[in-house]
């Protein structure tokens, strides 16, 4: 991402509706797989973003008084006009990440459809109003109930940067919210296409919109006096938007960082456990926050495993067309931290299997699918977030080992473990001290859009998808109403002389435990 001024920018392909105006500055986007430019779009100011949070405020007005079904209606208009628009929505996808048409389909679009469909045909169980107990007071009526919270800031990175940016925009809108998004610098023009889906469907012109920018644009979001902001990004980002939110309170759900592990146990299917290694590492290139980062694999079947991971590896087809398996990488940066966490490995004693540098001979942003071995927590491999295609594979005693190891980690967002032994999978998956656990699997879970998802440690705060994913862009209000119509309660003044007796008796007759502790309480004292 470079930031320019106009006039130096060179072509610029922003469509009309987002016409770069002549004397403000702007964001350059390019295409990972060969460098070349995309074009230009705004880099949005602190007075934009406080403009544009200014008109969701009004649109919030209107839309929060709809009803469920009017807002289930709406997002489901918006995955009809997805649906129409498909092929231009891969487009500017696979352009601006380097990803491939089939990761576009099906890890961003068809995973978006699903959040879409689930929250519109089930997302009103986990907000329509609840009757609850109200305790001693039996002619009470207690109702807990779910509100919108106003406007939500959005703030997406580029690693799907579709499905990152729809699921918390399409979960607030459902909730009856407002939404400002700030897509990643350096896929801004998905983020672009994803503001003209909404625009289109039009509920309301303001309840979408998308301001673009880099994290001065983002910061200023978060300091907008939005009622929350959903972060999906870095853990040290993470920290300094929860950071700048902790002066006005402002709540955070933060989706960040994982280093996340996966544990091959001696009666693991190895076929079937290499194989998931390998997509689970490598597909969208490793940059993929519920990759396969580590492997720890039982000392009983580590050859095996490692020789089935390596010919699997070296099969991999990387490139743009169809019929391949990976496409490029996405941020010129993330590369750098491959080539620095795979240096630091091998200056500390591990061995590269397969791959281990740059695509020879080619522009853009390509590396090889790497596999290494003789690895320990040593290393940053090891410890912290690779974020590209380079599987590092451990040889352990036990499952005890692996699991101290696996939860050996500043991060607890996604794991796996691989066993034939379903006990053994639920004791490994409850000690994984991670928000999300596959068993005999890798990543899908993201895809099941009834699964809260989200991390512990510093991976995050807070879930998406699910009921909880629908209630963290609510407040929760509690209602109690009273049902008896008594001239007035027991409790009011003037207070009755035995009220403390009386209630010292009524306290231990209800809260004893026993009948004849119950009874006790009855006697005088
Ligand atoms: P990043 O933290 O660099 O940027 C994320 C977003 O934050 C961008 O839009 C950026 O412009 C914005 N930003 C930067 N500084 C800011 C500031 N001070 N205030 C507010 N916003 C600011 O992350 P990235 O490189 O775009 O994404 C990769 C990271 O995201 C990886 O660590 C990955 O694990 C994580 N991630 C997590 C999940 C998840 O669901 N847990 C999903 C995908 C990616």
């Known amino acids: 991402m470079t930031i320019t001024t106009p006039g130096r920018s060179g072509s610029n392909r922003v469509s009309d509706d987002l016409l770069v105006e002549p004397t403000r500055p702007t964001i350059e986007t390019f295409d990972p797989r060969t460098g070349a430019s995309l074009g230009h779009v705004p880099d949005h100011s602190e007075a934009d973003v406080a403009e544009a949070v200014a008109r969701a405020r009004v649109a919030f007005q ?32 696979t352009s601006e990440t380097g990803k491939l048409q089939a990761e576009a389909v099906f890890t961003e679009l068809m995973t978006a459809c699903e959040t879409i469909q689930y929250y519109a045909k089930q997302g009103d169980k986990a907000l329509r109003p609840e009757k609850v107990s109200a305790g ?56 672009q296409a994803i503001g003209r889906l909404f625009a289109e469907v039009g509920a309301h012109p303001d309840l979408v919109q998308v301001v673009t920018g880099g994290g001065a644009t983002g910061e200023a979001l978060v300091r907008s006096g939005v009622q929350k902001i959903c972060f999906t990004g870095s853990v040290r980002t993470g920290k300094r938007v929860m950071a700048a939110a902790s002066d006005t309170l402002t709540p955070v759900l933060l989706e960040l960082g994982g280093k996340d592990p996966m544990i091959v146990c001696a009666d693991a299917d190895l076929d079937r456990a290499a194989a998931g290694a390998v997509w689970g590492a490598f597909q969208n290139s490793g940059q993929t926050c ?41 941020f010129p ?89 379903a006990d053994l999978g639920r004791r490994v998956a409850a000690e994984l001290e991670a928000g999300n656990v596959c068993i005999n699997d890798v990543i899908v879970s993201y895809a099941a859009p009834a699964l809260p998802f989200g991390g512990v440690k510093e991976s995050g705060i807070g879930r998406v998808h699910g ?28 207070l009755p002389k035995q009220m403390g007796t009386v209630g010292a008796r009524v306290l231990r007759l209800r809260h004893r435990r026993g009948a004849v502790n119950k009874l006790k309480a009855l006697l005088p004292r």
């Open 290 to 330: 519920m990759s396969v980062e580590r492997v720890y694999v039982d000392e009983a079947v580590y050859q095996p495993f490692v020789d089935r991971v390596v010919a699997r590896t070296r099969a991999i087809r990387q490139g743009t067309t169809v019929g391949d398996d990976i496409g490029s990488m996405t």
């Open 333 to 421: 940066p993330q590369l750098d931290t491959v080539e620095r966490h795979v240096a630091d490995a091998l200056d500390k004693g591990a061995t590269v299997l397969t791959g281990g540098q740059r695509v020879a001979g080619r522009d853009g942003l390509w590396y090889e699918p790497t596999v290494l071995v003789g690895v320990d927590h040593d290393m940053d491999i090891m410890r912290d977030e690779t974020f590209g295609p380079v599987l590092p594979i451990m040889a352990v005693a036990n499952v005890d080992e692996a699991l101290r190891l696996a939860n050996d980690s500043v991060y607890g967002l996604n794991s796996s473990v691989w066993t034939g032994d």
């Open 136 to 191: 001693l007071m039996t002619h009470k009526k207690a109702v807990r109930t779910y509100e919108p919270l106003g406007v939500v800031g959005v703030i997406s990175p580029w690693n799907y940067p579709f499905i990152l940016a729809m699921t918390p925009i399409v979960t607030a809108l459902y909730a009856g919210n407002s939404v400002v998004l700030k897509p990643s610098e350096v896929t801004p023009m998905v983020g």
């Open 62 to 93: 209107a839309w929060g008084r709809l009803p469920f079904a009017e807002r289930g209606d709406h997002i489901l208009s918006v995955r009809d006009l997805m649906l129409d628009r498909l092929e231009e929505l891969v487009e500017v996808i």
């Open 467 to 494: 009921p909880e994913g629908v209630r963290e862009f609510s407040q929760v209000k509690s209602v109690l109403s009273d049902r008896a119509g008594l001239k007035r309660e027991a409790w009011w003044f003037p």
